[in-house]
């Protein structure tokens, strides 16, 4: 199979997501070496309303071929910790009176994705059977966490299926700096090296 371009339209993008995610070779990580089963889907900062309709449509095609996914939004399960530790009001209050780094470094100490957010995401993978766990939400929570530091703690939670992360952005590998994830294409400072572009994935 071809590789797509990076200039994929919607709906090319949507259909090498649906061949390659369905297919088995993909489902069984084959063809990884010994890599974790970490897959980025970028896509461009403005299409990022269409992607969250591409996604859902996404889901029920894979279910209808027998996939079961499992989705994870970061903003959303950021929101459910805060509220779960009794301080989500406390921190809409307090927004408007702090500084952005004070606010940041409040909600990093709560959200760290060790100690917290990786452990939470660890829980809900063992609610229910899955063959492939899609994340989104990484524009949403940035700066707070960083797409980064969620996948690097996720390589001992999430190694036993497949992940795929949407991820607003491009994922660049060069030699000269090694892999980035440039979240929506500008901030080029997310060092991650492990994960595959799903974009270029052939079965």
Same mark, same amino acid.
């Given at each position: 199979?071809?590789?797509?371009?990076?200039?994929?339209?919607?709906?090319?993008?949507?259909?090498?997501?649906?061949? =390659?995610? @369905?297919? $088995?070779?993909?489902?069984? %990580?084959?063809? +990884?070496?010994?890599?974790?089963?970490?897959?980025?889907? #970028?896509?461009?900062?403005?299409?990022?309303?269409?992607?969250?309709?591409?996604?859902?449509?996404?889901?029920?095609?894979?279910?209808?071929?027998?996939?079961?996914?499992?989705?994870?939004?970061?903003?959303?399960?950021?929101?459910?910790?805060?509220?779960?530790?009794?301080?989500?009001?406390? =921190?809409? @209050?307090? $927004?408007?009176?702090?500084? %952005?780094?004070? +606010?940041?470094?409040?909600?990093?100490?709560?959200?760290? #994705?060790?100690?917290?957010?990786?452990?939470?995401?660890?829980?809900r993978l063992l609610t229910?059977?899955?063959?492939?766990?899609?994340?989104?939400?990484?524009?949403?929570?940035?700066?707070?966490?960083?797409?980064?530091?969620?996948?690097?703690?996720?390589?001992?939670?999430?190694?036993?299926?497949?992940?795929?992360?949407?991820?607003?952005?491009?994922?660049t590998h060069s030699l000269?700096?090694?892999?980035?994830?440039?979240?929506?294409?500008?901030?080029?400072?997310?060092?991650?090296?492990?994960?595959?572009?799903?974009?270029?994935?052939?079965?």
């Open positions: 199979m071809a590789r797509q371009s990076k200039t994929a339209s919607p709906k090319n993008r949507f259909d090498h997501l649906l061949k =390659v995610i @369905a297919s $088995e070779r993909f489902l069984k %990580k084959q063809g +990884l070496g010994n890599e974790v089963p970490f897959f980025i889907c #970028p896509y461009p900062a403005d299409e990022a309303v269409g992607m969250e309709a591409m996604r859902a449509s996404l889901v029920k095609q894979l279910e209808n071929r027998g996939v079961r996914v499992i989705e994870i939004n970061l903003y959303d399960l950021s929101i459910a910790l805060l509220r779960d530790r009794g301080i989500w009001d406390e =921190v809409l @209050a307090a $927004e408007q009176g702090i500084r %952005k780094d004070e +606010l940041k470094e409040l909600l990093q100490g709560v959200l760290d #994705p060790e100690t917290h957010l990786v452990p939470e995401i660890g829980a229910q059977e899955f063959d492939v766990l899609f994340l989104s939400g990484v524009g949403e929570v940035y700066p707070f966490i960083r797409s980064h530091n969620v996948l690097n703690n996720l390589q001992s939670t999430a190694k036993e299926k497949p992940t795929v992360m949407f991820f607003p952005g491009k994922y000269a700096t090694g892999a980035s994830l440039d979240l929506f294409g500008i901030l080029h400072d997310d060092k991650y090296y492990r994960a595959f572009d799903i974009t270029h994935y052939e079965i």
